[in-house]
Every structure is written in structure tokens, then in C-alpha cells.
């Protein structure tokens, strides 16, 4: 009753909440813990780059603009746009195939006034699409609409690969897989297709370019190109194991502030982040990722639709995939891919992206609470 009066009394305030304070309260706080320690990361890694830290505040806060205005669309009017944003992602990839800016040997970049990157459209527009192709079909999908769903699947993949690009390749890939896998497909299926998969290894070792097979053949035995290929393992691995139980305390890696460290501001910041904070920092940063991936697996679990359990199942085990081929392929297990650490890493495009798919998880478990209440 009271609650009710304060709110006729107030109109101006109810109304600044319902608009500015619509982040979901878990996602929020983990993500703030999240941002706050890979600020003490790039900060640290960025020492000796100038104005490189200002630019990590200001990405962080255009990410935080992004994620508001995401959480504010209902996934109603995103499901309308999905077949729109996958035709003009795919025509931009299309475009880059033909008209494309090439950089250090690859064709990743187009010029439409302004230089993009489309593959990061895909990211979204991907699992957007796929989502709403099952929830048309909810109740009744068949065989035909897996294989329906793989060609959407295929196409972007296949022009993304032939940039070529493969770290993008593999998050656009598994976003997609998450939504199929998610939709219902079989296990049996899964495992013939894992099986086929590995019969045809051979084949796509052959079809591979030099670089992406001379690292594997690095990960195997970095010290095979120790001052070239395996450079960057190397090094990082001695970071991450001089960094002992506590770390040796920021700013105080020996690794990064001598610059043994590659890309220690994006691609390879864990390791700046290991050497300074240890394996007990490592563990705080695992268990916080675990708490944000949870977070969202609860929220597809509880949406109210198809499309948005299918939509918010895969952009959570998305950011989940982009943790695991980070931290792997930092230590050593797994090939060096150009893939950030989420809302640790330095990088604009990427940090957007990642934030819009929070954005749209909020988007999801707001939503739905306006319609139960």
C-alpha cells in the first residue's frame, strides 16, 4: 500500500528507475569485480604504452552505454531484426571476400566511410538468427531443420575461414553450435559428427594454411621456434609459473614491465595477470567467470520463450568459450588464436560485442520480469 502511494507521489523517480536501473543485480556485481581486476591488469601491462589505459576506461564505458541500451530492447523486437542483421553480416562478408582491406596477409577489414570488422557482426547475428529459425519452428523440428541450421551455420564460417581468420572463426562457430546443440540435437549425432571430424583431420591438415599449422606444430614443442612461433608460449607460461601462490604483486612482473610478454595488453594479458596475482588470483578470476556463466545459464534456464532460452544459453557458453581458448592458449594447451579475455583484455570491438550479449542476457531476465509483474 505504501509502496504503491510512494510511487503516485513520485512519478519522476519511478520513472528514472524503471529506465537507469535496469541491470540484472548478480550479473552487475560480478561483472564490476571482473572489470575492476582486469583494470589492475591492462593498467600494470600498459605501463609503457601511453594514453593505452585512458583507452581501456573509455572502452569500458562505451561498453557500459552499449549493454544499457541492449538491456532496454525486448527480445521480442530483437528476434524481428535477426534475419535483417544476418543477411547484411553476411553481405559485408561477402564484401570483404571482394573488396576487402588486407593487413599483415589477412583480408579481415572493410571500408564503408569507416573501417569494420563484419566478422564481430556475426558473433551476435549468428545465434540471433538461429534462435529465431527453431523458435518458428517450436514443437515440431525435425532432422531437416538441424541441417537447415548448419547451412546458416556454414556460410558465414566459410568465408570467415577464408580471410583468414581463425579465432573469430571458432567463436562464430561454437555461438552457433550452442544454439543447435541447445535446440535439441541428438547425441548421437554429435558423436558421429566428432567422429567424422577427427577421419578428416588429414584432409584439413592439407588445407591449411603455413602459419595455422606451424602452430600446432609449436604448441606441440614451442622450443622447436623458440625465438619465433613459440616466442609467445614460452614466455607466457614462465609468466604464469613464476607468479607462484600470490604473485609477485602489481606492477611488479618481470615478464611484462621487461616486455617478454607479446600482446600483454589483449591477446595475453592472463599472463601478465597470473605473474602479478599468482594462482590465488587466478582462482578469484575463475570463480568470478564461473559466477557470471552461471548467472546466465540460470537466466536462459528461467526465459519465458524459445528463442530467448536458445538466444541466452549460447551467449552465455559463448563467453564461457571465450575464457576457456584464452586461458589455453596462453599456458600452452591449446594453439595461439587471436581471442581476448572477456572485459579483462584491451580492445574496443571485441569489448563491445562481449557487452552487448550481457546487454541482451539482461535484456532477457528483465524482460521477463516486467511480464510477471
Known sequence: MMSGFQGARYPVLETVKRRFFIFDRSLTIVLGLILLLGCLAVSSAA????????????????GIAVMWIAA??????????????????????????????????????L???????PSEIMKLALPLTLAWYFQKREGMIRWRDFLMAGLLLALPVGLIMRQPDLGTAVLVTSSGFFVIFLAGLSWRLIIGLGVAGLASLPLVWTMMHDYQRHRIMTLIDPTSDPLGKGFHIIQSTIAIGSGGLIGKGWLNGTQSHLEFIPERTTDFIFAVFSEEFGLLGNGVLLVLYLLLIGRGLIIAANAPTLFSRLLAGSLTLSIFTYVFVNMGMVSGILPVVGVPLPFVSYGGTAFVTLSLGVGTLMSIQRHRTLVQT
Not at 571500408?111 to 570488422?117: D, L, R, S, T, Y
Open 72 to 109: 532496454m530492447i525486448p527480445p521480442q523486437k530483437l528476434m524481428r531484426f535477426a534475419v535483417p542483421i544476418y543477411v547484411v553480416g553476411l553481405s559485408l562478408l561477402v564484401g570483404v571476400a571482394l573488396f576487402g582491406l588486407i593487413k599483415n596477409g589477412a583480408r579481415r577489414w
Open 47 to 62: 605501463w609503457n604504452f601511453p594514453g593505452r589505459f585512458e583507452g581501456h576506461l573509455r572502452n569500458i564505458a562505451v
Open 111 to 117: 571500408n564503408i566511410g569507416v573501417i569494420i570488422q
